[in-house]
């Protein structure tokens, strides 16, 4: 059984020390004459005025935590689902409860108006 | 040359019995065949994005009425090739204020992710990386290090379209994961596995009737929408909407490691479409793939590009949505979508009918559900549409 991992670990490492050439070698290649003027950030022709580090709109953060519910929820339910043609109803009626429950929240949220851009 | 004689299991058993021969121990075998597997997968998937990004490009050009690359080689074939040789004699620049470590980070992580992503893709019966028995799950984890990247990529900057392309790459990705997994569970759950190999061996019939995309129309659509999304496409590509924020999170990133990220877009583009391929389209099935073992990659990537290909039609051809409408159409309507397709087919399974009876049920409850939808969505937005828009709301007196 763990052997069937092990090409997964081979290819971590392969496309490990792959990423790792495609970071350094463009640094190395490339003709190297820095400015000042070069290494601003682009602003479509202004000298920037702000950190471009400010406050964000809330909604961006709200769908992040919505997905961190939604999707382990649906993760939760890859296990059943390839168990389904083995359990009986009772494994149907389990699923229905969790679905239930996820559905009060989806309703919820939905209600609290997180799903609205403005 | 005889087509019977390409056989791939013979250059495996041929290349197992020279290492055999060679007395090394069973663990250096596995561990020299793994290596040699991955670097074909590695290979494999850089030429083939020098190949894809000139589709891409000419069939963007052919359908906007333009002729696309014709330059560079024939039929301009080789003006990617050209592309990456200028890149890389281009300089580096880092900003003076972005974060290196992330920064420079972010363009290894984008590739990374893709190539990992590689790994479980059944090319043939035996063709693949690694038959994991966790497959499905194994790309959902390894396609979410996509969005980490694309957002370090946009923080890291510190330049305000880059962050704001890192934003809207977190909101889409994450929104779009939802009904993706969502329409990939469906068809773990017809068929009791989630092996990439055993989805695709669950669709065996010959003439591709027991392809799921026959049985589960709606999963696929529902999958299909998500994917355009996942792979950061028009009409979901705001996230580097140039007319907007400019390029998006990798508008900093100059020479070789904005290529990186074009290549991961690409290669990306590619893997839904596998994946799309393998789970909905019965993957290397494919008439005389028994007695031909090799025509099943044939019939793979063949499968593979037509599906690519309606990416990129879909690409040239639809405008960009607004990032609410965006939200709303993933939030309000694939999801529940998703959820009532998923509960309905978990019932039909259980109800245990006979296999053509179940397969007509399964197909008339999704294009119902598909309907229903359709209506009601419909009927809302029409509503919203003939509403009036007042810039005030009216006082009513009380009397």
């Given at each position: ?16 020390v792959f990423a790792a050439i495609a970071i350094i070698m463009p640094s190395l290649i490339g003709p190297k004459n820095p400015n ?83 | ?145 996509g969005s980490m990247a694309a957002l370090m990529a946009g923080w890291a900057s510190n330049n305000k379209y880059a962050l704001i ?235």
């Amino acid at each position: 059984m763990m052997i069937d991992y092990l090409p997964l670990l081979i290819l971590f490492v392969v496309a490990a020390v792959f990423a790792a050439i495609a970071i350094i070698m463009p640094s190395l290649i490339g003709p190297k004459n820095p400015n000042k003027m070069k290494q601003e950030p682009i602003e479509s022709g202004m000298i920037p005025f702000t950190d471009a580090r400010q406050r964000f709109p809330v909604q961006y953060y709200m769908v992040a935590v919505l997905f961190i519910l939604f999707d382990i929820e649906v993760v939760f339910m890859y296990p059943w689902a390839v168990l389904l043609n083995k359990l009986k109803v009772f494994g149907l009626i389990e699923m229905g409860f969790f679905l239930l429950i996820l559905l009060i929240g989806y309703v919820y949220v939905w209600r609290k108006g997180a799903f609205e851009w403005d | 040359m005889d087509l019977s004689s390409i056989d791939l299991r013979a250059i495996g058993a041929w290349f197992h019995g020279l290492l055999i021969s060679s007395g090394m121990s069973q663990t250096g075998i596995h561990v020299i065949e793994a290596l040699v597997g991955a670097l074909l997968l590695l290979i494999f998937g850089l030429t083939l994005v020098i190949f894809l990004i000139w589709l891409e490009r000419k069939l963007a050009g052919r359908i906007q009425d333009r002729l696309g690359p014709n330059r560079v080689g024939p039929y301009g074939l080789l003006q990617t090739v050209a592309d990456a040789l200028k890149l890389l004699t281009k300089e580096d620049v880092t900003p003076l204020d972005a974060d290196r470590v992330p920064y420079n980070l972010a363009p290894g992580l984008a590739v990374f992710h893709v190539i990992m992503a590689l790994a479980v893709i059944p090319f043939s019966n035996r063709v693949i990386g690694a038959d994991i028995n966790v497959g499905v799950l194994y790309l959902m984890a390894v396609g979410a290090i996509g969005s980490m990247a694309a957002l370090m990529a946009g923080w890291a900057s510190n330049n305000k379209y880059a962050l704001i392309g890192g934003f809207r790459v977190v909101a889409q990705l994450l929104s779009y994961e939802i009904p993706l997994v969502l329409a990939m569970i469906i068809p773990v759950m017809v068929s009791g596995t989630m092996r990439m190999n055993g989805l695709a061996v669950a669709q065996g019939s010959i003439f591709g009737f027991g392809w799921f995309v026959w049985t589960l129309p709606l999963a696929f659509l529902i999958f299909f929408v998500a994917s355009l999304a996942e792979g950061e496409r028009a009409p979901f590509d705001l996230l580097e909407a140039e007319s907007e924020i400019v390029a998006g999170y990798n508008i900093e990133y100059s020479g070789m490691k904005f290529a990186w990220f074009f290549l991961a877009f690409f290669m990306n583009s590619w893997v839904l479409a596998a994946i799309g391929t393998t789970i909905f389209f019965g993957g290397w099935q494919g008439p005389f793939v028994d007695q031909l073992p090799a025509l099943g990659v044939i019939y793979f990537l063949g499968k593979t590009m037509i599906l690519f290909f309606v990416q990129a039609w879909v690409r040239a051809t639809f405008p960009r949505l607004r990032i609410d409408q965006m939200m709303s159409f993933c939030w309000k309507f694939l999801v529940p979508m998703a959820l009532v397709l998923f509960a309905a087919v978990a019932i039909i399974l259980k109800l245990n009918l006979p296999q053509p009876l179940e397969a007509i049920t399964l197909l008339v409850a999704n294009v119902a559900i598909l309907l229903t939808g359709v209506t009601l969505l419909g009927r809302t937005q029409r509503k919203a549409l003939y509403a009036p828009k007042r810039a005030f709301t009216p006082t009513i007196p009380r009397l």
